[in-house]
């Protein structure tokens, strides 16, 4: 299997601190890219961040990414009730197929 | 512009029961898969295509068949099922060239239980 891990399987927190999870690779890539999935709905794309890049941000989101260990972390600072979700971090696994990890479900406690 | 819509929501089957997983994109995507979801396994591949007329088959395709006759559609069949196939479905699409450059948009899922 070429899925990757992500750490921790799950996560619960408090509102306002903050929320990192770890996702682990097996190829090499190009791109690394992070979604979310709230509860019974599909996934939603968050980032994408370039081989080239060690940090990206948007907004609450920060994402590192350190190709020579074939990892990245997504950081949710100030997180709020609404981060709750599950999050997933995907790469390009082989022609035209498109691998994820098996995602760190957040619970952020009002 | 909707987006990807998957249809049913949900659906029962009996064992040995066929039926048709309907997928369709509006925002003329070359890129479509089919994703399986179950719980502690993430997201697997079922089967993908890069444009009408060509599929392939992803890390899990057996008990599964796909067409893709237009860009906008690409069903999913269960041939014959099984309770193994009890899980959640997911549809997504993309921009094809450089596939992991690209966001796929995903679908609601539809949730497929097998009796």
């Known amino acids: 299997s070429q899925q990757g891990e992500e750490d921790p399987q799950a996560l619960s927190i408090q509102e306002g601190e903050n929320a990192t999870m770890n996702c682990s690779y097996k190829?090499?890539?190009?791109?690394l890219q992070w979604y979310r999935q709230n509860s019974g709905r599909g996934l939603v794309h968050l980032i994408l961040?370039?081989?080239?890049?060690r940090e990206k941000h948007s907004g609450r989101l920060r994402v590192t990414l350190d190709t020579s260990k074939k990892s990245s972390s997504l950081l949710i600072t100030a997180s709020r009730a609404a981060d709750t979700a599950s999050y997933f971090c995907?790469?390009?696994?082989?022609?035209?197929?498109?691998?994820f990890g098996k995602g760190t479900k957040l619970t952020v406690n009002p | 512009n909707a987006g990807v819509t998957q249809t049913p929501k949900f659906q029962v089957l009996k064992t040995g029961q066929s039926m048709t997983l309907q997928c369709a994109q509006d925002?003329?995507?070359?890129?479509m898969s089919w994703y399986r979801q179950d719980p502690g396994m993430g997201l697997r591949l079922i089967h993908y295509?890069?444009?009408?007329?060509?599929?392939d088959q992803g890390e899990v395709p057996n008990g599964y068949n796909v067409s893709r006759s237009t860009t906008e559609d690409f069903p999913l069949r269960l041939l014959s099922a099984a309770p193994s196939q009890t899980s959640v479905y997911f549809c997504?699409?993309?921009?094809?060239?450089?596939?992991?450059?690209?966001?796929?948009?995903f679908g609601d899922g539809t949730r497929l239980s097998i009796l």
């Open positions: 190829t090499s890539i190009n791109n």
């Open positions: 961040i370039r081989s080239n890049e």
């Open positions: 995907a790469w390009r696994g082989g022609s035209e197929k498109l691998v």
């Open positions: 295509s890069v444009g009408a007329g060509i599929t």
């Open positions: 925002m003329n995507h070359e890129y």
């Open positions: 997504a699409s993309s921009y094809s060239p450089g596939l992991g450059n690209q966001p796929q948009h």
